[in-house]
């Protein structure tokens, strides 16, 4: 490594070396190829040459189709928090199996499982299960539309809820919803939107942080303008906290102390089952109690399926307790400005935002408040990281996502920061020029 590549050049080495090191993953993304469109039922899985493909999890270790371990940083985009083998996570499961699939009635998991929802969630004064965020967010903003009577919906660009929800991008399938877009953590704008349409709007959605669009917490004077304005136009605010609710007790809105009309649940919350849920002001939720007679109605085959109410049930009362997640968004914390101090020393334009237990690399050392500062960072680099990172056996998402979950350590973190302090040093040099 001591020859003086290009970044490109570097680039161009670590994927070859990583397409030599995983012929049964390239192998196996030609055969889905026929079946399916790029080997792809998930687009943020996919990157070139071809993804990894995994054979089994433990812990928090992953093992590829080539044999590699890998440590696994990502856990899987915050839906892991627990890790891969939790054993009461798998005991619940196994109990629910046993007592039969699919029961097409009520089951016992279901209330108890919602009383532990609203017990952590104050926000969340009543709620609806559904089988994914995409569909909480969906049911979120389809009440605010019938409940208030109005059409159009703020979201912001860089905001992600979804599959049919990417906020901003040029090309989208997004739900055909009148869509309002404002600039992320810029309150003036928002506000000024808001004033402009604010008979129309039905509701204001947002991640209390950035997820997906790169872990750029909001400020809390923005949330709180937003609350405020949004209470004065009878404009619902909604939280999509499908992965910020890990960020503290109660979801990250509440360690603001702010609590939106509405909120949405997803990811780990399932205890790694399909998830999501819907809730909010107990007067708005009411109208989905099928026993009104101006009920809105709201079905679906797998909302109370047993695997989940009961992974998920177990999860937040025995596993991801709020002590577990202090704990683990206190190893992230920690983590987070140890590698900050490393980049800063180093002087490499490279920095780690988040906020506990999730970090995203950025390639840029200018401050990030806004998606369009982490959009100068040079992306080569990032994907260098990545590719440096897998062949240091820790897997992260390829756009620079990390997630930790309960089993990882302090080794784990060391053992990472190590592995980022020899990506500075070996690729300092390229990073700078
Ligand atoms: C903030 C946010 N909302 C909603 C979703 C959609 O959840 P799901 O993938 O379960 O549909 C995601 C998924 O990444 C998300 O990050």
């Known amino acids: 490594m ?20 995983n012929p049964a993953s390239a192998a196996q993304h030609e055969r889905a190829r026929a079946a399916l469109p790029g080997g792809n039922t998930r687009t ?10 995994f054979a089994r999890g433990e812990g928090a270790q992953l093992w590829d189709l080539d044999g590699h371990r890998y440590t696994d940083l990502l856990g899987e985009f915050t839906a892991g928090v627990a890790g891969h083998s939790n054993p009461a996570i798998r005991r619940a499961v ?18 108890r499982f919602a009383e532990a929802v609203r017990a952590r969630f104050p926000a969340m004064e009543q709620l609806r299960f559904t089988n994914s965020g995409t569909e909480a967010n969906l049911l979120a903003i389809s009440t605010a539309i019938a409940v208030t009577g109005r059409q159009k919906i703020l979201a912001f660009g860089g905001g ?14 997004n739900a055909p919803f009148d869509w309002v877009v404002a600039p992320y953590n810029d309150t003036e704008a928002a506000l000024a939107l808001i004033d402009a349409n604010a008979d129309q709007l039905a509701a204001v959605i947002l991640e209390p942080m950035l997820g997906g669009g790169g872990c750029i917490p909001a400020e809390p004077a923005f949330l709180h303008a937003l609350r405020t304005a949004t209470a004065q136009h009878g404009i619902l605010l909604i939280f999509d906290e499908v992965m910020t609710s890990r960020l503290a007790p109660g979801g990250l809105g509440a360690a603001h102390g702010v609590q939106p009309d509405l909120m949405t649940l997803g990811k780990y919350v399932g205890g790694g089952m399909s998830f999501g849920a819907f809730g909010g002001r ?25 695997l989940t109410m009961a992974a998920g049930l177990t999860t937040l009362s025995e596993v991801f307790t709020p002590e577990a ?18 980049c800063r020393d180093a002087a490499v334009p490279m920095q780690f935002t988040g906020r506990g237990s999730m970090l995203a690399v950025h390639m840029t050392a200018a401050p990030i408040r806004r998606p369009a500062d982490a959009a100068v960072g040079n992306m080569a680099a990032r994907d260098l990281f990545f590719f440096d990172m897998l062949r240091a056996g820790y897997w992260i998402a390829r756009r620079g996502m990390m997630a930790l979950s309960l089993p990882l350590t302090a080794a784990d973190a060391d053992g990472f920061a190590a592995a980022v302090a020899g990506f500075l040093t070996e690729r300092g040099a390229l990073l700078k020029g």
């Open 160 to 173: 992600y809820h979804g599959a049919v929800f990417t906020i901003g991008a040029p090309v989208n399938i």
């Open 94 to 111: 196994i109990a629910a199996l046993e007592g039969g699939i699919n029961l097409g009635g009520h089951n016992t998991f279901e209330p």
């Open 282 to 306: 107990a007067d708005l939720i009411a109208r989905f109690d099928p026993s009104r007679p101006d009920a809105l109605p709201h079905a679906g085959t797998f909302n109370n399926n047993v």
């Open 325 to 342: 997640a202090a704990a683990l968004n206190a190893l992230g914390d920690s983590l987070r400005e140890r590698l900050n101090a490393m």
């Open 2 to 21: 001591t020859r003086n590549f290009s970044l490109a050049e570097a680039l161009d080495e670590a994927k070859q070396g990583y397409a030599a090191e």
């Open 44 to 53: 943020v899985l996919y990157y070139d040459p071809f993804p990894l493909a």
